[in-house]
């Protein structure tokens, strides 16, 4: 197994049944906690993911490396904390949407490089190509899930090449099977073992919950590939859209002006650093009823929406914007939060918001935001 980060033991497995006192005042103020603590993490991710697209020294740029593995571990542990409250308070709930599958692959591997360096791992995404690249799915609930599947597997074994093989199930093909393999291993021995192995039954115990919720299964025994660490079966429908195909000449610079409503000065920072890259405009509200009135008078191509500020709240501020005949009233509209609440991606989406995206958002998710968006509109 692999040694895990100090802030590993923090995380315990579910508590019994009715061993909670009030778990739905817990969990909604667990959940103001976490956004709390989540959004300078973001800051500091956004700020170095900025920073190692400059030209750097090697050293420079491992010290980068570690901060951003150090912001990462600590941004995975409270989603793995808040996950773990959701289910005991019995709100985890399947909501599905339309999701580009490689997309959230490669941002669920993304949050794992630094750590797979630094541990001596890799991991191979061999995503199959029968599987359409749209598919209907609980994009929060499969985030999690390879979340905890991913690192289970880190902690069973160090330096190996782990492999996750995504393809349609046979004969059912509205089943997809996620295979976690394990080539060239070395089990981890150490003084922790039996610490390691209780955080590996913590991190399946959130995935068979969340799989059980999304109508699906884990296999985690008598597998028939002997290298076979796990398998997933969820059933994923195809998408109803077309994926977006745009040329590659086209995807460095797109000519954009967008409205940032943003009260914290560090996020702000970000979002102008990763809007400047892409070759857009900005201009910046502090709170909700800032952004209402900026909307009115200046035409937007784009207007991202922090939801909690001050004033005005970005969905009140949402629903003021699309209720007045003004330059901006059809303009896409983007939830950029911490909080990953479906209850809040439901309220953001009948305001009248066009996507729900969850900090932190680096360049490529920026970048899909704005093809979808505002490309082709």
């Avoid at 991991?123 to 598919?135: G, R, T």
């Avoid at 209402?292 to 004033?311: S, T």
């Amino acid at each position: 197994m692999n040694p895990a980060d100090d802030t590993d033991s923090l995380v315990s497995p579910l508590p019994p049944s009715g061993s909670r006192v009030d778990t739905q005042t817990h969990f909604l103020l667990l959940n103001n906690i976490t956004n709390e603590l989540n959004t300078p993490i973001h800051g500091i991710l956004g700020f170095v993911d900025l920073l190692l697209a400059d030209s750097l020294t090697e050293k420079q740029r491992e010290s980068l490396l570690l901060i951003r593995q150090a912001s990462v571990s600590l941004s995975n542990l409270l989603s793995q904390v808040f996950e773990i409250s959701r289910l005991g308070s019995g709100r985890a709930t399947s909501h599905h949407s339309e999701i580009n599958l490689r997309l959230l692959l490669n941002e669920v591997l993304g949050l794992f490089l630094v750590q797979f360096r630094h541990h001596g791992n890799q991991l191979e995404i061999d995503l199959h190509s029968e599987l359409p690249p749209d598919c209907t799915a609980d994009e929060l609930l499969l985030k999690q899930v390879l979340i905890n599947l991913i690192s289970a597997a880190m902690r069973c074994y160090r330096k190996a090449s782990l492999k996750l093989d995504i393809a349609a199930g046979q004969p059912n093909s509205s089943l997809i099977v996620f295979r976690v393999i394990a080539m060239d291993k070395e089990s981890w021995q150490g003084s922790n073992a039996a610490q390691q192995t209780a955080l590996i039954e913590s991190n399946l115990d959130v995935v068979r919950q969340l799989t059980n919720i999304m109508g699906g299964r884990l296999y985690t025994d008598k597998l028939a590939d002997a290298d076979d660490l796990y398998r997933l079966e969820l059933p994923l429908l195809p998408g109803e859209q077309d994926q977006v195909n745009v040329p590659e000449a086209g995807r460095s610079a797109i000519q954009a002006h967008i409205l940032i409503a943003e009260d914290n000065r560090i996020n702000q920072l970000v979002l102008e650093g990763l809007l400047g890259s892409l070759g857009c405009s900005f201009a910046i509200a502090v709170n909700g009823r800032e952004a209402v009135a900026m909307a009115a008078k200046e035409q937007f191509d784009l207007i991202l929406m922090d939801i909690r500020m001050p004033e005005l709240d970005g969905i009140e501020a949402t629903r003021s914007i699309r209720s007045v005949q003004g330059p901006n009233q059809d303009v896409p509209i983007v939830a950029v939060t911490a909080d990953a609440l479906q209850e809040q991606k439901e309220a953001c989406m009948q305001a009248g918001m066009n996507m729900y995206q969850t900090k932190p958002i680096g360049k490529k998710e920026m970048q899909s935001i704005l093809l979808q968006l505002v490309a082709h509109t």
